[in-house]
Each structure stands twice: as C-alpha cells, then as structure tokens.
C-alpha cells in the first residue's frame, strides 16, 4: 500500500517555465489537497478536491492550475515559475468529511 | 482572523518531562475537527492525534494527549515523558464539516528536547 506518492522530490526550475507536480493516492480517497510550506507560515492551501471532476481554491492559487480527472490523482501545475513559488509542496488526501489527511513526502522545488 | 493559532514559535522540554503545545482555533462550525501533525526534520507530516468536536473525552494516543477545552476553544497537545526523537515541529490543524471540508493549519511550534 503505497499511500500518497509525490514526485518529483526535488526540482529546480527557470523562471517562466512550467512544470507539473504530480500526486496520486491508491486508498480510493475522496478529498485531496495541495499546499505549501514556507518559513514561519505554516502549510497554505493551494487548491482542493472533493471528488473527481470537482475542484475548488484554497488560500494561495495564483500561478497554479489542478484538475482531478480520476479519483487517485490529483497534479498541480505551475503555469509560469516565479522565484516567490519557491517552497516545499505536499499533497495529501482524506476519507470521509472530517477524516485525518495522509501526506505525500513532499516536494522541494526551487525557482532561479 | 486566523482560523488556528499557535502561539509558541518554539519551545524546549527536558528529557522525560512533560510539555504542552498551545493551539487556539476559531469557527462558528458546530461540527469539526482538530489534528496534531509532527514533523521532524526528514520532513515527513505525521498524524498524531484527532479530536472531534463532538467527542465527549479528550483524545488520547499513547504518549500523546489532546486537551480540548470547547468552550475557550482550545486543543492543547500535551507530549508526556518526552523523548529526543519528539524534537520537532508540530503542526495543529482543523476541519469544518462547511467550505469544503479544507484542512487549515496554524503556523506551528518548534520543539527541541534536550537532556
């Protein structure tokens, strides 16, 4: 059971170019999430999903795009890179509507 | 206004004493729920402990213990006989049942435990 599984674990990009983060989950979750930490701020939602087909913003979303097409996956893309997107990148999903989150180990993406 | 406070940017606890991590949260949801995530340095978050808005007992698990006060609104994480592997940061965090059930985290509590 491989849980959530994020990749790449690093990566580092140009200003302006795009990439994609991707996340998947093999426990037939419903919710799933994108934040980011940064120093001193906590983890900030990006953009959420209660269900395939259904998406929503969080906190943080410009600059950042999700689609959830299947129920295991749920990528986030970055449009144009900037260096303030610089951060570490979890993914995570839950069961239920008040269930614990299970977390991907994360991705450290740096912006030059 | 914040949703979730933690106001203790960082803490230290002798080895084997006891510690309370603060954490004040905010909602008119009458139906929700409050986490307390670890992370180590690895970087890895991990679940601790959950505590339900309706649950009549606070949560216990293991050496972990949430203390909720309902009406100050509070969900204190109480670590006892502290450990070194506890050194970490801890993360509280809260799910109303309204607004898309989103998971909201305060900004956290560095703990470092020393001998």
């Known amino acids: 059971n491989a849980g959530v599984t994020q990749t790449p674990k690093f990566q580092v990009l140009k200003t302006g170019q795009s990439m994609t983060l991707q996340c998947a989950q093999d426990m037939n979750h419903e919710y799933m999430s994108w934040y980011r930490q940064d120093p001193g701020m906590g983890l900030r939602l990006i953009h959420y999903?209660?269900?395939?087909?259904?998406?929503d913003q969080g906190e943080v979303p410009n600059g950042y795009n999700v689609s959830r097409s299947t129920t295991e996956d749920f990528p986030l893309r970055l449009l144009s890179a900037a260096p303030s997107q610089t951060s570490v990148y979890f993914c995570?999903?839950?069961?239920?509507?008040?269930?614990?989150?299970?977390f991907g180990s994360g991705t450290r993406l740096t912006v030059v | 206004a914040q949703k979730i406070t933690q106001t203790q940017p960082g803490m230290f606890v002798q080895e084997k004493e006891a510690v309370t991590l603060d954490c004040t949260y905010d909602t008119s949801d009458p139906s929700y729920g409050l986490f307390w995530y670890k992370q180590p340095s690895s970087g890895e978050m991990i679940f601790l402990i959950y505590?339900?808005?309706?649950?009549?007992q606070n949560a216990t698990e293991g050496r972990y213990s949430l203390n909720f006060q309902k009406a100050r609104k509070s969900a204190n994480l109480v670590i006892s006989a502290s450990q070194l592997g506890d050194s970490a940061m801890y993360f509280c965090a809260m799910r109303e049942t309204g607004g898309g059930n989103k998971l909201t985290f305060g900004t956290g509590t560095q703990l470092k435990v020393e001998l």
């Open positions: 505590q339900g808005s309706y649950d009549q």
């Open positions: 995570a999903s839950s069961w239920g509507r008040l269930g614990g989150y299970t």
């Open positions: 999903s209660v269900g395939a087909g259904i998406t």
